[in-house]
């Protein structure tokens, strides 16, 4: 993605279980649908996670890979957050000696409005949510797309919380992560009424000389004599 794309919108951080990184998103694009007033239609804005973890399970683990994560989204210029939100996860694929079962993977989310610009997931609101979803399986590999949340407010920041499971059918194989998605709605904000431009001071002078010219022969006018107006 152009870095000149990048560039209208503040990073959103991602929070990897105690680690940092950045999220790269685009601009808005015209959503699908055209129903509503040109004054609300919304856009939506693609934001790419960094979400590359491996998932290698031995006899001494757990058993189920568990990942929690937290990233901020500010609307860019102009625009505002609904709170509607979609994401998608991909992923590489082995079974190694599982002989039955198959491989599994889920994320869902959380969309939270912080108090304040300090503020983080427990001092914030809960906006929407998204759960459920959809997993495909294709030749080793794999993807869920969440059901999108559902809201419709108005937002210039939000965090959004979100937890990705996966797990094998044995201990061995493993699950390697490629790529977490996040889409986000936007709505345009009124534009500001245009400022009156302002004239250079010479030029307010010419003017303020114009007008005086026209009040003085306005008022000689007054005082001559009708016999000498001319008609």
Wanted: net charge negative.
């Amino acid at each position: 993605m152009g870095s000149s794309l990048q560039k209208l919108f503040l990073s959103a951080l991602l929070v990897a279980h105690t680690g940092l990184s950045s999220a790269s998103v685009g601009t808005p694009t015209p959503a699908a649908e055209s129903s509503k007033p040109a004054a609300v239609r919304s856009s939506f804005v693609t934001l790419d996670i960094p979400y590359e973890p491996t998932y290698d399970p031995t006899a001494g683990g757990i058993g189920l890979f568990i990942s929690k994560n937290l990233f901020e989204v500010q609307a860019p210029p102009n625009y505002a957050l609904t709170g509607k939100m979609g994401a998608t996860i991909n992923a590489l694929y082995s079974l190694g000696d599982a002989t039955e079962g198959d491989a599994y993977m889920d994320i869902t989310f959380d969309v939270l409005l912080p108090h304040c610009d300090f503020c983080g997931p427990f001092a914030s609101d809960l906006v929407s949510t998204g759960r459920d979803g959809l997993l495909t399986r294709t030749d080793g590999g794999m993807q869920f797309v969440a059901n999108e949340s559902a809201a419709s407010g108005m937002y210039s920041r939000v965090l959004v919380y979100n937890i990705v499971v996966a797990s094998l059918p044995a201990w061995s194989g493993y699950i390697q992560f490629q790529s977490m998605t996040f889409t986000a709605e936007t709505v345009a904000l009124p534009l500001a009424a245009s400022p009156v431009p302002e004239l250079p001071p010479a030029a307010l002078f010419g003017l303020g000389l114009f007008a005086l010219g026209i009040a003085a022969r306005a008022k000689s006018r007054k005082r001559l004599p009708d016999s000498a107006v001319s008609k």
